[in-house]
């Protein structure tokens, strides 16, 4: 949703996926602060029965968005084009023990964020964590999300916009215990451990700073 948004440059400061900012540098800056890097972890493609990456890829996968991350990810991974069903992120899983949405067949499933920690409650099975995949193959974290500020706003403004958000990530880091029982309200299916360490995988140093790594892993990604 945000994606779409930022199409239409509605928003002066949002998150995108890392793929749809390819699409909107024409608009927007990408903020050194606010990445969802995964090192060494990542999107996961899941299904019912343990099959392989190739067999996959001529099935049927429920992803969460075109411009997603995960999708780039998917694609690169795969090497080529594959059939999919558009899915909200958080009606993957069930969709993929369903075996469908909507009277769409889902064969597999391309799940984000906690997904990643729940899959396994479902007895799905793990074909290809893309972030492994990704170190593996370049040996950088795969960058997924990262903050984009709208460049009619002025180097000023864009600076200090920057600024309050670096201050309040550290805030956030610097005061976990807090800040994770306040996001706890918004998270889905997770208990206090899993949370904990959802977020420690993708709030962290990357999320202050890409760093130089980070901006050669975007380059590479892109």
């Given amino acids: 949703t945000l994606n779409q948004r930022a199409f239409e440059g509605e928003l002066e400061l949002t998150a995108v996926s890392l793929h749809a900012y390819a699409y909107l540098q024409d608009k927007y800056l990408l903020c050194n602060c606010g990445a969802s890097m995964g090192d060494g972890y990542g999107p996961m493609v899941v299904t019912r029965e343990p099959t392989t990456l190739e067999a996959v890829g001529k099935q049927t996968i429920a992803v969460p968005g ?7 990810a998917l694609r690169l ?9 558009l899915v909200p992120f958080d009606q993957i899983i069930p969709a993929v023990v369903a075996g469908e949405y909507e009277g769409q067949k889902v064969d597999a499933g391309l799940i984000i964020h906690e997904g990643q920690l729940t899959y396994g409650d479902q ?3 793990l074909v290809i964590d893309l972030g492994a995949w ?5 040996g950088l974290p795969l960058p997924l999300g ?11 403004v864009i600076a200090e916009v920057e600024r309050l958000l670096y201050e309040s990530i550290a805030y956030g880091l610097k005061h976990r215990e807090a800040a994770l029982e306040y996001a706890l309200q918004f998270g889905r299916d997770l208990d206090n451990p899993k949370a904990d360490k959802f977020v420690g995988m993708y709030v962290n140093d990357w999320t202050l700073d890409f760093g130089e790594p980070g901006r050669k892993a975007v380059t590479q990604f892109l």
């Fill in 66 to 72: 075109k411009l997603t991350s995960a999708m780039l």
């Fill in 77 to 85: 991974a795969l090497g080529h084009e594959f059939d999919y069903v």
């Fill in 123 to 125: 007895n799905l099975s």
């Fill in 134 to 138: 990704w170190k593996e193959r370049t």
């Fill in 146 to 156: 990262a903050n984009a500020i709208r460049k009619d706003l002025g180097p000023e």
